[in-house]
């Protein structure tokens, strides 16, 4: 049996396994104002980023929309065409996007090759891992079984946390008040958030940037100690920054493989330019 992975394009899979792995990617949608793009297909992170920058004042900040079944049966098409006889859909947490409903509507209207619909519960990396990991397996010569019963077992070794930059995005999706917002600020607060049961759930707050960078890696530290790890730093339009905290990751971890990756739109629009989340897989010896 051939066996492909198709993923959505929120789960920053670096762009060199996408093509090594043979996964196919269904993008989500930006969207500004009356506008709406493909992510990576229409939309460069680039060019998000420099419209978001050139965004007038007041004007309201880009939002996005997951992918609709049909662009997932499109890439159930497309994988029965090069030779698929089954297929793995990982799509982004259900409690934080429609993304696996659409997934779900889609493998419901196939009936010529199996289809198994994988709720990744995270976000981002989180989710990227679990994906990786299946098509790993699929390159191995695993069966559609035989990776779908490993996926809660790989889900148990992922561990992700973010912290922001900035809270405007934030206070514009609601998710704190203005007031908030506006203390946040004036005390260069970072909240700190983590990725549990697929829902995004806050773990406190630290002051300045550099203390929150190395929160990021003491959390990951507390859960995964000196175990061999894969790890993802990945970063919304700050890759300088990202690549400079690498050796402070490595020191701090047992990384046996490493990716610095672009969040792109989808979180971005979230929570802003600035975010920055590590992600590990812990490797099984």
């Not at 499109?74 to 996007?97: F, M």
């Not at 390159?139 to 973010?162: C, D, K, M, W, Y």
């Not at 908030?180 to 697929?198: F, R, S, W």
């Not at 490493?258 to 812990?282: D, F, I, W």
């Amino acid at each position: 049996m051939s066996i492909r992975v198709i993923c959505d394009s929120s789960q920053n899979v670096p762009e060199s396994l996408l093509s090594s792995l043979n996964l196919i990617e269904v993008p989500a949608s930006v969207i500004f104002g009356d506008e709406v793009y493909l992510n990576k297909v229409e939309l460069s992170d680039q060019e998000f980023y420099r419209r978001l920058s050139a965004l007038p004042k007041g004007d309201p900040l880009p939002t996005t929309t997951q992918p609709t079944p049909g662009q997932f049966i499109s890439a159930i098409e497309q994988a029965k065409a090069e030779g698929a006889t089954g297929i793995v859909i990982t799509a982004v947490s259900s409690h934080l996007s429609g993304t696996y409903n659409s997934a779900v509507q889609a493998a419901a209207q196939e009936s010529e090759v199996p289809v198994e619909v994988w709720d990744t519960l995270s976000a981002s990396i989180g989710g990227g891992w679990q994906t990786i990991a299946a098509a790993e397996m699929v390159s191995a010569g695993a069966s559609l079984e035989e990776v779908a019963a490993a996926l809660p077992a790989i889900q148990r070794r992922i561990n992700t946390f973010f912290t922001v930059d900035t809270l405007k995005f934030l206070v514009a999706g609601g998710r704190l008040s203005p007031i908030q917002g506006m203390m946040g600020t004036l005390l260069n607060v970072k909240p700190m958030l983590a990725i549990e049961d697929g829902l995004l759930k806050p773990l406190g707050r630290e002051r300045g940037r550099k203390t929150a960078k190395n929160a990021l890696l003491n959390l990951t530290r507390e859960r995964v100690g000196d175990k061999p790890v894969r790890v993802t730093l990945a970063h919304a339009n700050v890759r300088e920054e990202a690549e400079a905290f690498v050796p402070v990751v490595r020191a701090g971890l047992n990384v046996q493989e490493l990716y610095v990756v672009e969040l792109g739109p989808v979180l971005a629009a979230l929570a802003g330019p600035g975010l920055m989340a590590l992600g590990t897989l812990e490797v099984v010896e």
